[in-house]
Structures are given as C-alpha cells and as structure tokens.
C-alpha cells in the first residue's frame, strides 16, 4: 500500500454551513506492515446541516484508529461486511453502506440509505450522522471527491478494511456496477413485505456476473495511479451497491463495530423512529441480510 507522501499530518479548519466543529484531524502514518489512520472523524468539506427532519443527530469528534495491511491479499471468497464501517476515507470519515432499518424487524429485509422510501437525513455528500455524532459515507462523498479531484480518470478516496484502495471514477469513465434489480414480486406474508422488486431493500438486487464493469466486491483487479504495478480496488458507485457490502480480502478487526457501554442495543441511527426500525446490528462480522 502507498499512502501520499506529503500526508502524514493534516490539521484542516473549514467552515461547515454555521455548525461549530472541531477542527478535521487525521493522521496517516505506516508501521510494522501496517497503514494506520487516526482522526476524530470531522470531514474536511462542507456538510449538510444537521440535525434536520430526517437526523436527529449532531456531528460530533470520535477517537478513531483504524489499521490496515499494507500488504493485501485476496482471501478464497468474499467475507460480507454486515454492519461493519467497510472503510476509512483518506480525511478520516468512515464509509459505511448498511442501514439499521429493516422491514418488521427482519434482517432479511435490510432497508436500503439511499432507496428515497425512507428519510435518513442523507445530506449531499451521501453521508448522515449517527448517535454519538458519528458521520459517515454512504455513497459518493462529492464534497471529498471536489476536493481531491484532478484530470485522473481515478480518484483515490480511501481504503478498505481488507488494506485495498478505495477509488472513484471521473465523470469521463463511470464505472458500472453488475448489480441489477431482481424481477417480480417480493415474498409477502411471514416471508417478506411483498411489492415489486424496487430498490427499497438491499435484498432487492442481484449480482449479474458481466453486466457491468465490477465484480461482487464492486472492484477490479488492474493498473492504478497510486499502483502502477496493478492491484485490486474498489470503486465507490453511482449505483447499487454504490459501496461494496463485502470484502475482497481479511479486514482489520480495527473496524468492528465494538457496541455502546455495557452491551445495550443503541438507539435508531437515522431518522426518529417510525415503520422500518429493527433492532440493532449484531456485533463482529456475522452473516448479514445482503443478498438473501
């Protein structure tokens, strides 16, 4: 893995629409095999205001210190991500793609951030706040990208937690997801909210080998700026599953989720309530909703 040279302290002061935050903090550094970020989480760009009708939530530091391998490996199949954050982004701001809404308290039926049926308070970097002030990516973080922006067809955003980079494509050379609505109907009943197939849960979509440009990880293996050499990345999309929901290789335990104090379930993440709100995430990398 190579990390920027001239990053290896950014202490960046922005104004975020009128709300008194802390300055942005991030450390990148590398030891022992390992890439280590430390940030307190605040994003480097301009946010939406929060909280608002669909978040409760303020953004608020975090204390944040992930690690990763610098020498990433593909392991023998996916390893589903659940609820996990599935990355960290180059300003210190977690890139998580699940939700903890689901239909009647089934996990099999997992509501999607960013399906518009339900108001999460997404603002317009794709992005919401949980309890605890935690802000996060759900999708392409424009107010990032703008600033990292160059002529590159490539722009790299972050890493996962597997140690594989994390890019997003220029408006040139959109990458394609292979991932494809199902058709029909739902399961309805004991089994499932019924209606048609329409993006609202994750379990809507399909992988279909070969439609599009990426695999089941939403990456590719291939040539990158930072990788001339070639290496497997990750593409953050414009379209279902805009994140991968699972890794390509081992990732880090230092993106588990580790629980609220004393084990207790936390609170709704998103919106104040209402149909949809199931119980928590489990804690660790246990069998998600995706794809079933």
């Not at 004991?190 to 379990?203: I, L, Q």
């Not at 070969?210 to 939403?218: E, F």
């Not at 709704?268 to 209402?274: D, F, S, V």
Request: charged fraction near 20%; charge should be positive.
């Amino acid at each position: 893995m190579k990390t920027r040279s001239a990053i290896t302290l950014l202490f960046i002061s922005c104004a975020i629409l009128a709300t008194a935050l802390e300055a942005p903090q991030v450390k990148i550094t590398e030891a022992k095999g390992k890439c280590i970020i430390i940030s307190n989480g605040i994003p480097d760009h301009a946010t939406g205001q929060f909280p608002n009708p669909g978040n409760p939530n303020s953004i608020s530091a975090q204390r944040y210190e992930f690690r990763m391998t610098l020498t990433p490996k593909s392991a023998a199949k996916p390893l589903p991500a659940n609820h996990a954050s599935f990355g960290i982004a180059v300003n210190g701001v977690p890139f998580e793609a699940g939700t903890a809404e689901f239909w009647n308290g089934d996990r099999a039926w997992n509501y999607e951030a960013k399906s518009g049926k339900i108001d999460l308070g997404l603002d317009q970097n794709d992005a919401h706040v949980q309890p605890g002030g935690v802000y996060h990516y759900h999708g392409p973080p424009t107010g990032l990208i703008a600033k990292l922006g160059t002529d590159s067809q490539m722009i790299h955003i972050g890493w996962a937690a597997d140690g594989f980079p994390i890019y997003a494509s220029s408006s040139a050379q959109k990458m394609r997801s292979s991932y494809q609505l199902k058709k029909g109907q739902r399961p309805k009943g004991n089994r499932g909210p019924g209606g048609e197939y329409d993006g609202t849960f994750t379990a809507d979509y399909e992988y279909i080998a070969g439609s599009g440009d990426l695999d089941d990880c939403n990456g590719r293996v291939g040539i990158t700026p930072e990788y001339p050499q070639g290496i497997y990345h990750y593409f953050i999309t414009e379209t279902f599953p805009y994140l991968s929901r699972q890794w390509r290789g081992e990732p880090d335990s230092s993106f588990q989720k580790k629980g609220p104090p004393g084990g207790g379930p936390p609170k709704g993440r998103g919106r104040r309530g209402g149909p949809g709100f199931g119980p928590p995430p489990p804690r660790g990398f246990g069998p998600p909703p995706f794809g079933t």
